[in-house]
């Protein structure tokens, strides 16, 4: 992965990040999420890896479909 890729990748998850927060204790519905990469022309694929690597790392975590704000989201402050 490039310099530019972890730059591109830390921003998207940042901008994740700050949807989540906004959808307050509903959570943010992934179908939404996918809806707005999908636009900025991620995958399906891309956006499961992103979402799981966020799940894994503890930024976010998910309850059905919906995501909130993880124990370690300080990580993308």
């Avoid at 990040?17 to 959808?23: D, I, M, P």
């Avoid at 894994?56 to 370690?72: F, I, M, N, Q, W």
Wanted: charged share 15%.
């Amino acid at each position: 992965m490039t310099v530019e890729q972890v730059h591109a990748l830390r921003r998207i998850g940042k901008a994740i990040l700050e949807s989540v927060k906004a959808a307050g204790e509903i959570g943010a519905p992934g179908g939404v999420i996918y809806a707005a990469l999908m636009h900025a022309g991620c995958t399906l694929g891309q956006y499961e890896q992103i979402m799981a690597g966020m799940g894994r790392a503890g930024v976010l975590t998910k309850d059905g479909e919906c995501y909130h704000v993880g124990p370690r989201s300080a990580l993308l402050a």
